[in-house]
């Protein structure tokens, strides 16, 4: 009976500890990802609605310059933006080819994000088994 509740307690700290530390993590990954996506959609916006407009004209906008504090700005040369290519590696492109790469980019985002759902599901499921299933061997 000892030997049964000793391997029924390590099974449920193995579930609890590895695999919701696990969960967790793959839980901020996916966060991380769609706030990344979100980032790339407000960019993929605004190009959109500057493409519009006429591009003689010095553009007016407001700034977020850190902790939601705004300054208004003017833009006299706005046919090309700076997208973020990777972790720490941006480029001056032109809308047309910001848009092109914005849109693979989510794609892409929107693919792992998807993935990591899918491990976060399977990561629970697991977790759900081991503890079912030392339920059902304590009642044994």
Request: proline letters at 1%; aromatic letters at 8%.
């Amino acid at each position: 009976m000892n030997e049964k509740s000793e391997l029924c307690e390590k099974y449920r700290k193995f579930a609890v500890e590895r695999l919701q530390s696990d969960y967790e993590e793959m839980i901020k990954a996916v966060n991380c990802i769609v706030d990344e996506v979100k980032e790339y959609e407000t960019l993929l916006l605004f190009i959109n609605k500057i493409k519009v407009l006429d591009s003689e004209e010095p553009l007016k906008t407001q700034t977020n310059i850190g902790k939601n504090i705004f300054c208004e700005a003017v833009i006299d040369k706005w046919d090309r933006v700076i997208v973020k290519l990777l972790d720490d590696v941006y480029a001056e492109l032109s809308l047309e080819r910001a848009e092109d790469f914005i849109t693979k980019k989510i794609e892409l985002l929107s693919e792992r994000a998807a993935f990591y759902e899918r491990e976060t599901h399977s990561i629970r499921a697991r977790i759900h088994l081991i503890l079912s299933s030392v339920k059902q061997l304590e009642s044994l």
